[in-house]
């Protein structure tokens, strides 16, 4: 019979290499590996239960709120105060900085908790994001720019999508792990271990439909995607799920190209740098791809603010490697 392992015995198995490891983090990516499952399980009835649907409420950039967001949200910060061991947590759907009861944990936790929510109507895929830094040594009460650190500093890093099954990937800087929840005994179970993403990848994935507000050198990188070219498997496939895990979730295990880019509409970008880009960038960098705002790498990017937005370019290492050429052209 083929050898199931957990995700708690990965994590446990993954802690046992360093012999001075606390344990802390292990046990903050177990906990939110708890709050995913109870997530995973209101997604699945949200139809039934009559979850879906606005709460009348909008989230700090003006966006509605639907319950679900609000479930997620709940529950991932319920689940980061179990153990002492974060300090601080930054949210999507939190104007400023959440201060954990016990301000001596050790991690800072960026999250979105539902990433995609305009697909709950259409009970389409969503997901769960998260980066973990550690706080900076200091004498001084906990600040905000204390969690203004770059994606280099992430210790860890993750998504959870609830799609047709329900899957986990993170790191810890040591490649990406991928994890499927058996819902019959309410585990995650290992599905891929150190994932990589393909060199070169035929789909691209953007929302065309905003062509009319791009650059002139995207326009032109999407019509070769769209051109003829059997040596380059061309033209590419294109794909968008309007869920940024998702979308990159495909790309990792496909290649190819994800780009939510800057434009007249949103002149930095709308995908939020802290808790979408950074940890998908640091997942994609970890299996081996590349992710840029199109002159510098993701994750050293200086951060100003907590809920800062970023053009993004992200997936296979060729395919991002063609399209800054169209950029220097
Ligand atoms: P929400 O989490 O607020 O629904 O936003 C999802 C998202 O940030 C990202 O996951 C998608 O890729 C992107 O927005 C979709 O945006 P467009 O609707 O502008 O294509």
């Known amino acids: 019979m083929m050898k ?3 995700l708690e015995e990965h994590i446990i198995h993954a802690q046992n290499k360093f012999p001075g490891a606390t344990g802390d ?21 949200a139809g039934i239960t009559n979850i879906l649907g606005l709460d009348g409420a909008s989230n700090v950039h ?12 709940e529950q991932l910060q319920s689940a980061l105060g179990r153990s002492n061991i974060t300090c601080m947590v930054i949210s999507e759907e939190n104007e400023g900085v959440v201060r954990l009861s016990d301000e001596s944990g050790k991690y800072i936790v960026y999250m979105d908790p539902l990433d995609g929510s305009s697909n709950i109507d259409i009970s389409a895929t969503i997901g769960s994001i998260f980066s973990i830094y550690i706080r900076p040594e200091s004498k001084e009460p906990l600040r905000e720019v204390d969690a203004l650190q770059p994606g280099t500093k992430q ?5 959870v999508l609830y799609g047709s099954s329900t899957v986990m990937a993170y790191t810890t800087g040591m490649g990406v792990q991928l994890f499927t929840l058996d819902p019959s005994i309410g585990e995650f179970i290992l599905s891929e271990e150190d994932v990589r993403i393909p060199e070169t990848g035929n789909i691209y994935s953007t929302d065309e439909g905003s062509y009319i507000y791009w650059d002139e050198a995207l326009k032109k990188y999407v019509k070769y995607c769209q051109a003829f070219d059997t040596e380059t498997n061309r033209p590419y496939k294109a794909r968008y799920i309007g869920c940024m895990a998702a979308d990159v979730h495909r790309t990792l295990l496909e290649g190819g190209i994800f780009m939510y880019p800057d434009s007249s509409k949103y002149p930095n970008g709308k995908l939020r740098l802290m808790y979408e880009c950074n940890p998908l960038s640091y997942i994609i960098e970890q299996a081996g791809g590349v992710s840029t705002n199109g002159s510098s790498r993701i994750m050293e990017i200086q951060p100003k ?11 296979s290492k060729k395919n991002v490697e063609k399209l800054e050429e169209f950029f220097l052209a």
């Open 4 to 6: 199931l392992t957990t």
């Open 62 to 73: 003006g966006e509605s709120v639907k319950k679900l967001d609000l479930f997620a949200n």
């Open 155 to 159: 210790v860890a890093a993750g998504y």
């Open 305 to 315: 603010e907590i809920h800062e937005c970023t053009p993004i370019y992200i997936g």
């Open 25 to 45: 983090l292990s046990q903050l990516l177990r906990d939110i590996a708890l709050a995913a499952k109870i997530i995973s399980r209101e997604v699945n009835k």
